[in-house]
């Protein structure tokens, strides 16, 4: 079956880097783009940007240019997302979803990252 | 860019009744409409797609119908295992991942 897992949870200071992990099997990886979605304690979903693992190509939300990094290694079938300067209202779950297509449905999802920034 | 409310904030309901759930996009999205279910702790998990389509393995007491720009998600008669956050999202226009704040379903 389809499946995203992700790696843990992450505690960091105000300032620095954090890279999440969105390790998927059972269908071919170049075949679906990876989007990555965030939500903070309490809130809803925000789409943060996409990858195209067979390009590479990537697309990212006005919100999170020049601070967010997408990229994959398809030898291990895995999706990165780096985020850096990370501020304290970027403490939320990072969710990486399968997506067939630059705009469809999410389906399946992983099973979310945890990233807490405090100093 | 195309703004998706969910009616009501937060439903309460008892098991066994039926749930009605909205939402509105502020332009029309054609049928290009989905809902995710989210339980606390979850990742959230695609019910319907295309607003009436059921995704794999999702229940017959989810029902979706609606078209352009008012939407509805119906649970027919509500298992304990249904209360959660429901979320619209919409694919017709850019960006992708816009999705509506959520409607939280709970226990009466």
């Known amino acids: 079956q389809v499946q995203l897992v992700q790696s843990g949870a992450e505690v960091k200071k105000p300032g620095a880097s954090v890279k999440v992990s969105c390790k998927t099997s059972g269908y071919t990886f170049t075949d679906y783009y990876i989007h990555w979605v965030r939500q903070a304690p309490g809130q809803g979903l925000e789409w943060m940007g996409w990858?195209?693992?067979?390009?590479?190509?990537?697309y990212y939300a006005q919100k999170f240019q020049g601070r967010v990094t997408m990229t994959r290694d398809t030898s291990i079938t895995t999706a990165y997302m780096e985020l850096t300067s990370l501020r304290s209202d970027d403490t939320a779950v990072y969710y990486c979803?399968?997506?067939?297509?630059?705009?469809?449905?999410?389906?399946?999802w992983g099973q979310g990252t945890l990233v807490t920034v405090s100093s | 860019e195309i703004v998706l409310t969910q009616s009501p904030a937060t439903l309460s309901l008892s098991p066994g009744e039926r749930a009605t759930l909205s939402c509105r996009a502020s332009q029309s999205v054609r049928i290009y409409l989905a809902w995710y279910q989210q339980k606390p702790g979850q990742a959230p998990r695609l019910l319907i797609y295309d607003a009436s389509n059921r995704a794999t393995g999702i229940p017959a007491r989810f029902s979706g119908s609606g078209s352009g720009t008012d939407f509805t998600l119906t649970i027919s008669s509500l298992e304990p295992e249904d209360f959660a956050v429901y979320y619209c999202q919409q694919r017709s226009n850019w960006p992708p991942g816009t999705f509506g704040q959520g409607t939280k379903l709970e226990i009466k």
């Open positions: 979803a399968r997506v067939e297509g630059v705009n469809n449905w999410f389906d399946p």
């Open positions: 990858i195209n693992p067979k390009s590479g190509g990537t």
